[in-house]
């Protein structure tokens, strides 16, 4: 038996018209919902296994549709269930506790909940409340109990006055590199994996503490990238790192932005520099101001969870993954996004 299809002529050509425009996954899914909805061939079944949702849903957009007409299905937020109990004070006090990671888990959120407002709550509708208000469970990243975060946030304001106060020649063109190292090893580096639900995955572990190294620069304008993989770092490694951009790239002047290590000089007047070398410092404990960081977690994505037996064939893996990335500009332009980096270094 077929269903008896949906819509007014003038509620097609609308939805048409706004299927071709920009919209949000939500209301194009639902407008998709609508088109076929208006064809009596197409079962709530068949729209909703094509559309990835619940025939149920399907069932009550068409419903809604029916009794309030096409804009009441493209306004989010609407409910013909129970009300939720999420009032603004509640939602105000979750996203704070949100925004400041307070909780660990949202049995923690639910009896804060219960003190602060002197009444229970369930559990289920506390998990249900912090998704409401976008909350999302995730591993914070460590931070140092030193950084300073105003003068992080006054190192990405000023970047673009930082880079124009370089003592430039204006001879040659310009490169801006972002630069630092990462460390890899035959010890075991355990990350988070895919499995059977119920089930705790097991990895081989070995106790063998032999390192290598590698020092990497990126290119915010172009793309562009350097490699070097040492077996250790200091002060020599490091100016053949900088050597090496100077022959990779010649006819440059170069702009580098790295850390305050040890190993890597602070002034262009230091003689482990080469001539045509700029060095700009990161404000100290700030490796989120660095793209390159999420590079170096990248490769650990591809070499964690496996036992490596020589560090020479652990050095020639993480040789072709960075291979991938040298052929790849538009992924190393990606790492830096669409923010401060990119704009400051373009205008220079």
């Known amino acids: 038996m077929q269903r008896q299809p949906l819509g007014e002529a003038a509620d097609r050509q609308k939805i048409q018209s706004l299927l071709k425009g920009r919209n949000p996954g939500w209301m194009q899914t639902r407008l998709c919902a609508l088109k076929m909805g208006f064809s009596a061939s197409n079962t709530k079944a068949f729209i909703a296994e094509s559309l990835g949702v619940s025939e149920r849903t399907v069932a009550r957009w068409f419903t809604v549709y029916r009794q309030h007409g096409l804009d009441a299905v493209l306004k989010r937020g609407y409910s013909i269930g129970r009300p939720s109990g999420l009032n603004s004070e509640i939602e105000a006090y979750l996203l704070k506790g949100l925004k400041n990671a307070r909780w660990n888990t949202a049995e923690q959120a639910r009896a804060e ?14 998990w249900h409340w912090l998704k ?20 992080a946030e006054a190192f990405k304001r000023d970047f673009l006055g930082i880079l124009r106060r370089q003592p430039i020649s204006g001879k040659r ?19 988070r994996v895919w499995t059977l ?22 290119d915010p304008v172009e793309g562009k990238t350097v490699f070097v993989q040492t077996p250790s770092v200091n002060l ?21 932005v790295w850390d305050g290590a040890g190993f890597h000089p602070k002034e262009a007047s230091h003689e482990m520099i080469p001539e045509g070398i700029h060095i700009v410092t990161l404000p100290p404990y700030s490796p989120e101001l660095n793209p390159i960081e999420k590079l170096w977690d990248l490769i650990q994505d591809q070499t964690a969870n496996k036992l490596w037996p020589t560090i020479e064939r652990l050095d020639t893996v993480v040789g072709l993954h960075l291979k991938d990335w040298w052929e790849a500009p538009d992924k190393v332009i990606s790492l830096f996004g669409k923010g401060w980096i990119r704009s400051s270094a373009n205008a220079t």
């Open 132 to 151: 409401k208000c976008a909350g999302v469970f995730r591993v914070p990243r460590p931070v140092h109990e030193k950084r300073d975060s105003k003068k």
């Open 197 to 218: 639900k119920g089930r705790r995955p097991h990895k081989l572990w070995q106790s063998k503490y032999d390192w290598s190294y590698c020092y990497g620069a990126l």
């Open 173 to 191: 063109p310009i490169k801006i590199w972002f630069a630092d190292e990462s460390r890899y090893g035959l010890l075991p580096n355990l990350r």
């Open 113 to 126: 909940l219960s003190v602060h407002f002197k009444r229970s709550f369930s559990y289920h509708q506390v």
């Open 236 to 256: 020599e490694w490091t100016r053949a790192f900088l050597e090496q951009i100077k022959t990779q790239y010649p006819g440059y002047e170069h702009i580098i």
